[in-house]
């Protein structure tokens, strides 16, 4: 089971990223399925947080038209 969120770190869209939750073992597999619509939910809006942390992190490095890295 996977739970990603993806984002375009610069309006160009030419940075895409994704962050992904993504059992590996059966057992995290069976832990990630038994997670409510609400839960799932819960772990999407922390992705979607982090990528934000991310992207502010990354963003200074990222090159964009007219901006000089």
Do not use: C, K, N, W
Not at 13 to 38: C, I, K, P, W
Not at 53 to 60: A, D, L, R, Y
Request: hydrophobic residues 40%; aromatic residues 2%.
């Amino acid at each position: 089971m996977e739970i990603a969120r993806e984002r375009f770190l610069d309006d160009t869209r030419s940075y895409h990223v994704t962050l992904s939750l993504r059992s590996r073992t059966t057992e995290a597999h069976s832990a990630l399925s038994a997670l409510t619509r609400e839960e799932r939910d819960r772990v999407a809006l922390a992705l979607a947080r982090a990528l934000d942390e991310i992207g502010q992190i990354v963003g200074p490095h990222v090159d964009t038209p007219g901006r000089a890295v």
